[in-house]
């Protein structure tokens, strides 16, 4: 089973590109290379893609509806009418409800602002608009970061007289509202970029209405674009590219430098963006407070400024901890179900929904299955849902909308509500059509490397690297893979399970490797692979590769192995068996077993004491195969030589020894552990 991936070797044609994209931009081969391999095979489109800034903004005009939104605006103006922005209560709907605020009101239209908190529900909340209106006159309505699936909301507030506009980016429904939509999205218009994010969209209305003026917006659209995971590519680059440069400035907006407090005397950049800015402003919603952030975005008054910073990294280490529990929870739960389906879905009426959505990002990314996790009360059910690459969670939820209550989002995100008694049946036909639709090596993550090394490294070339930030979804930073044999290790600072070790092209740092050094001295050749990174502190640099995985040799064997295997073997006597049933069984019996247990893609782990055993099972020749423990947590088939005892093969439903052991471990859990005994 393929587990990493190098690009393809390039053809004397695509090798000419590459030299003159390295030529024409003043770079590497080797960067130039890891260009064209993400698509920029041109001189021009490298030139496009180093150069990133303001100066590459499309014509917000291009945008479908633009037109007739800034009219709309502009007798808003003219007959002294107020307008009402409703945002979301994410780090993204809050930047995007900032964003056009403080536009309009630039702009010369009266404005107020709202987000809904979580209680409210997704999208446009009817009666929280009519709840404002009944306090304040209200003559349109702009939403920012949903409404193109509130159809029939807009539809009455339409009757009740007010003028609506949505400015949005969430998947086109079937039957959109009867108002003016702004949406990239949208089929038909000539705006060649379709991943703005809300705030992104609203930046350019911002645009339309002042021109340059509202490039002073650029902060938050930069952090709305990676809070809400859109591609650092394209209009985003340039986006995130300015408001880094913002935000690193000696202007930096107030709000945002308090934000930022925990972060001094490092460079911000788009990592700053994803783990210090977004989830900050995302707890405010989480913890029910989503009008906490968008009040920072808005004040002008710094004490205030300062206390609502302070409160929103507050929500945020409460955040943390309440996300600790609710994942060890849905944890234990899921121990109990299983986690063998091509989707899981887990509820639990008492879950805040706050928080289902980091932790089925979590746990899509722990076990490479979309996840949807529920909360809710009286029978009614909201959940977040989070997938992983090649799998379109919104797809797949909109194949079952039949049964479901509301739904809306992306390919990678979505949110939707079932009723109780319609949960199974949502659970049963979701993993249908993913069986049928969606390709099962999406269950399988494949790391790309952009090339194998086998030499040492350069300074100058991991410096030229930097030339590719931004760096984040869809695109990463680059990673390489390098080839080590029986290699030792030491720590890096005592207490933090942190070790440092050294091959032939960087010497390498693996955050919390020290519970895996074991592997490190197995005398088979093993995969590292890594970031390069590049510190310089004054006159001083410092060139390290950071450990993202070890991979074990797809038959990994050698006589050196086997003694080692076996003492293994021999540290396991120490250990009692307990609570577990172990079966014997024939080698014919073992075999039928193991053709059983492969009909599903998840849930065996096949034990073997002697590398060698392996031969025997060719059946098994497509699965991975790891030492003392699984090679993954998502709890895929997998073939494990000399299991440990520590190692964790909870999630496991079947267990098998291929061979006799000098003894069984225990597995956990009462199921039974088999075991040849005839081999």
Same mark, same amino acid.
């Given at each position: 089973?393929?587990?990493? @991936? ?81 945002? /979301?209560?994410?780090? #993204? ?24 908190? @979580? ?70 218009? /000539? ?14 209305? *911002? ?81 029910? #407070? ?10 002008? /008054? ?11 990294? *507050? ?62 009360? /009286? ?51 979701? #993993? ?34 930097? @030339? ?114 172990? @079966? ?14 492969? *009909? ?15 031969? *025997? ?52 859990? #009462? ?9």
């Amino acid at each position: 089973m393929e587990r990493l @991936r190098c690009h393809p070797a390039l053809s004397g044609r695509e090798r000419k590109i590459v030299e003159e994209i390295a030529l024409a931009n003043g770079l590497s081969p080797e960067t130039a290379e890891i260009l064209f391999a993400r698509g920029l095979d041109s001189a021009d489109k490298a030139y496009a893609f180093l150069n990133p800034g303001r100066h590459r903004f499309h014509d917000p005009f291009l945008l479908s509806g633009m037109k007739e939104c800034v009219e709309r605006l502009e007798r808003a103006r003219r007959e002294g009418e107020r307008a009402l922005v409703y945002g /979301d209560y994410d780090a #993204d709907g809050v930047s995007a409800a900032a964003i056009l605020y403080r536009a309009l009101r630039k702009f010369g239209v009266e404005a107020l602002t709202v987000v809904p908190e @979580r209680e409210n529900g997704y999208g446009l909340n009817l009666g929280l608009v009519e709840a404002i209106a009944e306090e304040t006159a209200i003559d349109l309505v702009i939403t920012v970061d949903c409404g193109i699936s509130n159809r029939e909301e807009i539809s009455e507030l339409m009757d009740l007289g007010m003028d609506v506009i949505v400015t949005d980016h969430h998947e086109i429904p079937p039957a959109l509202p009867e108002c003016v939509c702004i949406n990239p999205h949208l089929p038909g218009q /000539d705006y060649p970029f379709d991943s703005l994010c809300g705030a992104g969209v609203a930046f350019k209305l *911002a645009c339309a209405l002042l021109g340059e003026e509202a490039y002073s917006y650029l902060d938050f659209a930069a952090v709305a674009t990676v809070a809400d995971s859109m591609p650092l590519v394209g209009e985003n680059r340039d986006i995130v590219f300015e408001g880094l440069k913002m935000l690193g400035g000696k202007r930096v907006r107030p709000a945002m430098k308090y934000l930022l407090s925990s972060n001094k005397d490092r460079e911000v950049n788009a990592q700053t963006l994803a783990y210090v800015l977004a989830p900050r402003i995302n707890a405010a919603g989480r913890m029910g #407070d989503a009008n906490a952030a968008l009040s920072l975005f808005l004040s002008e /008054d710094e004490n205030e400024i300062a206390d609502l910073a302070a409160r929103l990294s *507050a929500y945020n280490l409460e955040r943390q901890a309440e996300c600790d529990k609710l994942y060890q929870a849905a944890k234990a739960q899921l121990e109990k179900k299983g986690a063998y389906g091509n989707i899981i879905m887990l509820y639990d009426e008492t879950w805040a929904t706050g928080f289902v959505g980091i932790v089925a990002a979590r746990l899509a990314e722990e076990y490479a299955r979309p996840v949807i996790m529920f909360a809710g009360q /009286d029978g009614r059910l909201k959940g977040s849902a989070r997938s992983v690459d090649g799998i379109n969670i919104f797809e797949v939820i909109s194949s079952q909308k039949a049964l479901l209550r509301e739904f809306g989002g992306h390919a990678q995100a979505a949110g939707v509500s079932v009723e109780r008694e319609n949960f199974e049946a949502f659970e049963a036909g979701a #993993d249908a059509y993913i069986a049928a639709h969606c390709d099962p090596s999406a269950f399988q993550p494949v790391l790309t490397v952009e090339r194998m090394v086998d030499r040492p490294l350069t300074a100058a070339f991991v410096s030229e690297l930097n @030339r590719l930030e931004p760096c984040g979804v869809g695109n990463k930073k680059p990673l390489f893979a390098t080839e080590i044999g029986s290699t030792d290790c030491s720590v890096l600072k005592q207490g933090t399970g942190h070790i440092t070790f050294h091959t032939d092209c960087l010497d390498m740092i693996w955050f919390g490797g020290l519970k895996d050094a074991d592997l490190l001295k197995l005398p088979v050749k093993k995969t590292v692979v890594f970031e390069a990174n590049l510190s310089v502190f004054g006159r001083s640099q410092s060139l390290r590769g950071y450990v993202k995985e070890l991979l074990m040799p797809e038959k990994p064997g050698g006589g050196e192995l086997g003694l080692y295997l076996l003492a293994n073997a021999l540290s396991q006597l120490q250990y009692e068996t307990f609570g577990q049933d172990d @079966r014997p069984l024939g080698e014919a019996e073992t075999h039928a077993f193991v053709a059983e247990a492969l *009909a599903r893609p998840h849930g065996a782990v096949f034990f073997a004491a002697r590398a060698e055993t392996l031969a *025997a099972f060719p059946e098994l020749a497509g699965l991975p195969v790891s030492v003392y423990k699984p090679p993954e947590r998502n709890l895929l088939n997998a073939v494990v030589l000399s299991p440990k005892e520590e190692a964790d093969f909870g999630g496991f439903a079947r267990v098998i020894w291929l061979d006799r052991p000098l003894k069984s471990i225990n597995v956990g859990g #009462d199921r039974p552990v088999y075991y040849n005994c005839e081999r």
